[in-house]
């Protein structure tokens, strides 16, 4: 098996379903950061450190160049019965050709870690797992967050997007209070709430990020603007329209552009509860 570019069909079989949603989505004209997915065996094979595999991965380095993300994509990852939320790792800023190696092998072991196991056995899933591995440029966030396109607190027919400044690994890690959005469907913004942002995921010159603070008049600023909610409205519009179904999803904006980072099924939305509209932030660890 070899590296797919993610302007192609993918199957969940073999690229795990955030590779082959992503590939959609790229198809669909949506705004993915190009990328390459490595197929399960593939990724096998880097972790076993054959040479063929290890090249063809340095290939893959040279043709999107640095920086870049390395991503889980593991076969049943992000379904609508298993999101393995916080079980697989997401390997940021990569600046050489060793750090993508390494990184997709840190990947690989962590689909093997006595959590990631214990999660499959609870979910009666094969406890062999099948990574597979998504590679993608990296976006260096101005803010970013997450976006759920029906409110995952009490199921009602709204947007809910939680977002803080820099990386978006803040608001998915729960290192911050996020600032929170609540969106009707025709634009109107029901709530706009500010969160206490004073960490910042930045990426380092030198490879990796690190946390920055931000300054207190800063931390209390709203980090998104009328114009970038109603991008992110469209985005989840056009969501609708190639997945069907809800969505929640990472996006990020960098030089006043907004970008997907990764599509995944909104699973366990309560029924809507009349008169319910908790602004309790809700986002769960990836």
């Known amino acids: 098996m070899k590296p797919a570019a993610l302007t192609e069909e993918l199957e969940d079989s073999l690229f795990g379903g955030k590779a082959a949603q992503l590939a959609a989505a790229t198809r669909a004209g949506l705004p993915v950061p190009a990328g390459v997915a490595l197929p399960y065996g593939f990724v096998d094979a880097v972790a076993a450190d054959e ?134 469907r025709d634009g109107a913004v029901v709530a706009r709430i500010a969160g206490l942002k004073d960490v910042a995921i930045r990426t380092d010159p030198e490879g990796g990020t690190s946390r920055t603070h931000v300054p207190e008049g800063l931390a209390r600023v709203l980090c998104l603007d009328d114009a970038q909610l109603a991008a992110l409205l469209a985005l989840a519009l056009r969501c609708d329209e190639v997945f069907g179904g809800s969505h929640d999803l990472e996006w990020a904006f960098a030089g006043g552009r907004l970008y997907l980072l990764q599509r995944r099924a909104l699973t366990a939305i309560p029924s809507p509860a009349a008169g319910d509209h908790t602004d309790e932030h809700v986002r769960l660890p990836n």
């Open 51 to 184: 040479r063929d595999a290890r090249q063809r991965l340095a290939a893959v380095f040279r043709t999107l160049g640095a920086p870049l993300v390395a991503r889980s994509s593991a076969v049943g990852e992000d379904s609508e019965q298993a999101s393995f939320a916080g079980q697989h790792l997401t390997q940021l800023n990569l600046r050489s050709e060793p750090e993508l190696v390494d990184a997709v092998s840190a990947i690989w072991r962590s689909a093997r870690s006595p959590s990631a196991f214990a999660y499959r056995e609870r979910l009666r899933l094969p406890r062999e797992p099948r990574m597979a591995v998504v590679v993608q440029e990296l976006v260096d966030a101005d803010s970013a967050g997450v976006l759920f396109s029906r409110n995952p607190v009490n199921g009602s027919d709204e947007l809910v997007v939680e977002a803080a400044w820099g990386l978006g690994e803040s608001v998915v890690a729960g290192l911050v209070i996020p600032d929170r959005f609540r969106l009707r």
